[in-house]
């Protein structure tokens, strides 16, 4: 289930909602620390799942009804990148570039190094045809969150609810800025701790 209990904070936020729509970038195995997994499951939420690491394709379609993308999202589409998986601790996996940046540089110096091609956001969207209003994306991405938002078109899709690891890197202060510049609010700083989440309150300016 969710590690800061993220699942429980949408909920709060959308009312109890059932049938929302979710995107959950860096999916790890599906069910362990998803931030999606109850809404899935207990709420009849439907949606998207992303996660480059082939180890764990084959758990999350056990555990999930969710489409799953086993691309890396990025900037844009069509990037070769350098994925390090690490076999002991996979939700750590990263792209190369930022795999030594933050608390976890450590116990990603073992890994597994394989290229893979990029897809953008919005093409991830595009091509499961998501809804244009979407009440929850989930990005957990081990350092690439910031590239990721930089792609996304806010005009084109209205997200509610954002839930964004930083890792407390300077990452962090990169996120903030863009998420207000979207007309957005960040909320329970302290409780979402490593993480960033943002509800939606306004245009983009």
Request: hydrophobic letters at 35%; proline letters at 4%; glycine letters at 6%.
């Amino acid at each position: 289930m969710a590690q800061l209990q993220q699942d429980r904070w949408v909920l709060h936020e959308l009312g109890e909602k059932r049938n929302g729509f979710f995107v959950e970038v860096g999916a790890f195995d599906g069910k362990h620390l998803s931030n999606t997994y109850l809404l899935e499951k207990e709420y009849g939420w439907t949606g998207l799942l992303a996660e480059p690491n082939p180890l764990m394709a084959a758990s999350i379609r056990a555990n999930r009804t969710a489409p799953l993308c086993e691309m890396p999202v990025g900037q844009a589409s069509g990037q070769e990148v350098t994925m390090l998986f690490v076999d002991k601790n996979p939700q750590i996996s990263a792209m190369e570039q930022h795999a030594f940046n933050d608390m976890h540089a450590d116990l990603r110096k073992r890994h597994k190094s394989v290229r893979q091609k990029t897809i953008s956001l919005n093409d991830l969207l595009g091509s499961y045809d998501a809804p244009s209003e979407i009440d929850f994306v989930s990005i957990d991405t081990e350092g690439s969150e910031p590239e990721i938002l930089a792609g996304f078109d806010f005009d084109r899709y209205r997200v509610q609810l954002f839930a964004i690891e930083h890792n407390y890197t300077p990452a962090q202060q990169v996120i903030d800025d863009l998420m207000k510049s979207k007309g957005y609010e960040r909320v329970y700083q302290e409780w979402s701790r490593f993480d960033a989440w943002y509800r939606r309150v306004g245009k983009a300016t």
